[in-house]
């Protein structure tokens, strides 16, 4: 019944990352399928949300698990699904994949480490850090802002937190970069072994640095997560490096497109671009715009834990069972007009930009979230105040992605 309706609508055609137009702008596909299928049926076991109450419902809902491996009935076929499963029962899982009662644990430990102190502690090192890039590049005439400015910040940061040392920059990126690839709808088999040859490199790597900081404790997150504790509970060493791996991913590839991301939309919108050079009140609320328009990261997904309905665009509803998984779109979620009102646009005061849902929502909202801010906020603000006539040389060039949706070139001048 579903696949008829979503075929009489072509909706069946609009979910479709295999396909480099969709992954190039995804926003016209979302659009569609929000407008015409808001529970879209991909195929037996998987369907496809984009309305901003159906997302943030799924993320926030009690009826559903993050540890779709655990829970989807999908029969593991090709060897890309077969090397996930076994993947995950051997354990190689972080915070972000896990349910309660682990994820209430962890997160509990893992939350004292990571406080709003912690991060205020790297307010000033980034304001230095970015003037020093800044000044860098005023001496030049320009820059590129990818490598130049929004890699090394947060990466910088990141290292900083865990004081870690920086002198492996390049394979950390790269290691990174792999293991991001493996988010992809469209990962390979290649792909997974790259990423398992990369945790192996970097495993060694962290272990050494964390042996170290057991011997000398200092004010970092590292030695906080060593000495983290409630009711009588510590992570153990799988748990700390999982999570320590994830830290480094996702400070690296999410915060290094907000500041991409944000950047090139800035310059596709000039009159917002001065509006916020010339006024200092929009920089706490600017970045949850930029945040809202074009978010690093465009989808995660949920198991259902029992039967869940949704309601189609006529209001009949769409019932999912569990066993299947909801894809959960959260780029679309954030064009959607019920909720954003114009929102192909960028208005930089948006009353509600900050419902968003670019960092989740619910037990697993971004725990890097006020960290992200900050980085993007000073870069972006310093960036823009400092060279008023900043523009674009050539054509930006994205990232062939669709999960961690970025801008992999974006060459300035001033
Ligand atoms: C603009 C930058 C960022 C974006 C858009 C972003 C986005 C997200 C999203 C969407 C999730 C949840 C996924 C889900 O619900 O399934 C998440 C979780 C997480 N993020 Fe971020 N993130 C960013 C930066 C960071 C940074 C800088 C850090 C740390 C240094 C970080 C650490 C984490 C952690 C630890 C989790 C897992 C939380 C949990 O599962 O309880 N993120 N992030």
Redesign the pocket.
């Known amino acids: 019944m579903t696949e008829e309706r979503s075929a009489r609508r072509g909706s069946t055609e609009l979910w479709r990352p295999a396909d480099p137009a969709f992954r190039a702008d995804p926003y016209p596909f979302y659009e569609r399928l929000r407008s015409t299928d808001p529970a879209h049926r991909l195929d037996e076991y998987t369907v496809v949300v984009t309305r901003h109450a159906d997302v943030s419902s799924t ?1 926030r809902g009690p009826d559903f698990a ?1 540890d779709i491996e655990r829970h989807s009935a999908a029969p593991a076929i090709d060897p890309v699904s077969v090397r996930r499963k076994e993947r995950a029962s051997n354990g190689g899982r ?5 349910d309660p009662p682990d ?1 209430t644990r ?2 509990r430990l ?1 939350t004292q480490a ?1 406080t709003p102190r912690a991060v205020e502690r790297l307010r000033a090192i980034t304001e230095r850090m970015v003037d020093e890039v800044l000044d860098r590049a005023a001496a030049d005439g320009g820059f590129e802002l990818i490598d130049d400015l929004a890699f090394p910040i ?1 990466f910088r ?2 290292s900083e ?1 865990l004081d870690m040392p920086t002198d492996r920059s390049d394979e950390l990126r790269d290691w990174s970069q792999i293991l991001t690839a493996t988010l992809e709808p469209t990962a390979t088999l290649a792909d997974l072994d790259a990423a398992e040859a990369a945790i192996g490199e970097l495993i060694p790597f962290l272990d050494g640095v964390i042996t170290d900081r057991r011997r000398n404790p200092g004010e970092d997150v590292v030695s906080a997560l060593l000495a983290a504790e409630a009711e009588g509970d510590r992570l153990d060493m799988a748990e700390l490096m999982a ?1 320590v791996v ?3 991913v ?2 690296h590839e ?2 290094v ?2 500041i991409g991301n944000g950047v090139l939309a800035l310059l596709h919108h000039p009159d917002q671009l001065a509006a916020w050079r010339d006024d200092p009140a929009l920089d706490s609320v600017a970045v949850d715009e930029l ?1 809202r328009y074009d ?3 465009q989808q ?3 198991a259902p834990l029992q039967t869940v309905s949704y309601r189609d665009a006529e209001g009949e509803a769409v019932e999912v069972h569990h066993g299947e998984v909801v894809i ?1 779109c ?1 780029g679309a979620a954030n064009r959607d007009p019920e909720m954003f009102p114009e929102p192909d646009r960028l208005i930089l005061g948006r009353p509600n930009a900050n419902r968003h ?13 006020s ?3 900050m ?2 906020e000073i870069a972006i603000t310093r960036l823009i105040r400092r060279f008023p006539d900043l523009r674009l040389v050539g054509e930006p060039r994205w990232r062939d992605r669709l999960t961690i949706r970025g801008v992999d070139r974006l060459q300035l001048a001033f």
């Not at 972080?94 to 896990?98: A, E, F, K, Y």
């Not at 849902?357 to 979230?369: D, E, Q, R, T, V």
């Open positions: 993320l993050r972080s915070i972000l994949n896990l994820h962890l997160r893992v990571f947060p940061v990141i937190m999570f994830l830290l480094y996702a400070g999410t915060t497109n907000l945040l978010g690093p990261v995660t997904v949920r959960t959260l849902l670019a960092f989740s929502s619910g037990a697993h909202y971004c725990l890097g979230a960290l992200a801010r980085e993007a």
